[in-house]
């Protein structure tokens, strides 16, 4: 059975508006219209278009000016969208053929960035896969997903098994959903609990976090 997937109404807001901008209705270095209008063409409260508004101006869509407004950018520079793409490597993972172990396998609270990155509710249950990647047997990285719990049923990644070929290739044969291009941010920040655990470092330890959204043809989240 195909996955369905209701996006909430501030990530239609951001399909629609990415929609407009890639077919020229909305051409770079145009202004936007303004939250009042979006709020009442969408249908939708005004933090709701604000919320819409910041995912744009943090994945490269649009630039936001103190008492101005927010201008169109156009679509972020994806031309490095390949194999290469670290993103995209990491979802043709194959979790067979590495070493490593998954450490967590089943549902948790969504994060405040990684309900941003979805469009979902903070705190809203979704499935986390969570693996620890071993260089020549010490630990060396920590990849976990993220996706709704609808969109990982019957797939296997709620589960203990690996992931042979990849997450991309187990959601288009599974589920049909295709993944078109992923969305990267890449941060310094101090390690989390988990993270000082699992690597063996010190709470105040940097560490170097890229945060992937891997979307669908319209731009819209698939999992992150």
Known sequence: M??????????QVIGEVQRRIESGEYQPGSLLPSEHQLSAEFGIARPTVVRALRVLRQDGWIDTQQGKGSFVRGRPAL????AERRGLAELDRDESRESGELV?????AAPAR????????????????????????????IVTWWLPPALAEG?????????PGGIRTLLAKAKGVRIDHVVEQVTARRAASHEV????????APLLALYVSARDASGLPVLA
């Open 79 to 82: 031309s490095g969208v390949t």
């Open 104 to 108: 967590t396998a089943g549902t948790a």
């Open 155 to 163: 797939t296997g990644l709620d589960g203990p098994g690996p992931v």
């Open 2 to 11: 195909a996955y369905e997937y209701t996006p909430p109404k501030y990530a």
């Open 114 to 141: 990684i309900a941003v990155l979805l469009g979902v509710d903070e705190g809203a249950e979704l499935v986390c896969r969570r693996r620890l990647v071993r260089l020549n047997g010490d630990p060396s990285e």
């Open 197 to 204: 655990r699992l690597l063996g470092i010190s709470r105040s």
